[in-house]
């Protein structure tokens, strides 16, 4: 398992705020993906779907502004596609799928090099 490093000393403060701004956005996310299945399914007003869409614009504005001003924009990519390989690889362990291990020495051509 991949460890997620936010830093230690004055790099502390950058690395909690990526990891929060990252979970934040994963939030959001979610936010957006139950809003959309909720529109699909009737079950929203057109009042409804515009208020929502307008709330989540503004959070994901002022999550861009917060970025900017702190300079974690690469920082967040970063830990966003870490913890995507992460829950990639707790998927493919649940389910069973078999998984290409390359440690030291692995070749793409295969058999053994030393």
Not at 35 to 42: D, F, K, L, Q, V
Not at 75 to 96: F, P, S, W, Y
Request: aromatic residues 2%.
């Amino acid at each position: 398992m991949t460890a997620i490093d936010v830093g230690d000393g004055e790099d502390a403060r950058d690395g909690l705020m990526t990891l929060v701004v990252t979970v934040v956005e994963i939030l959001i996310d979610a936010l957006e993906r139950e809003a959309i299945r909720r529109m699909e399914s009737g079950n929203l007003s057109d009042e409804e779907i515009e208020r929502l869409g307008g709330q989540l614009a503004t959070i994901e504005a002022e999550i861009d502004r917060l970025k900017a001003d702190e300079g974690i924009d690469d920082g967040v990519d970063d830990l966003r596609g870490d913890l995507d390989g992460l829950v990639t690889d707790a998927i493919e362990q649940l389910h069973g799928e078999p998984r290409t291990v390359q440690q030291p020495g692995y070749s793409v051509f295969g058999g053994d090099s030393e």
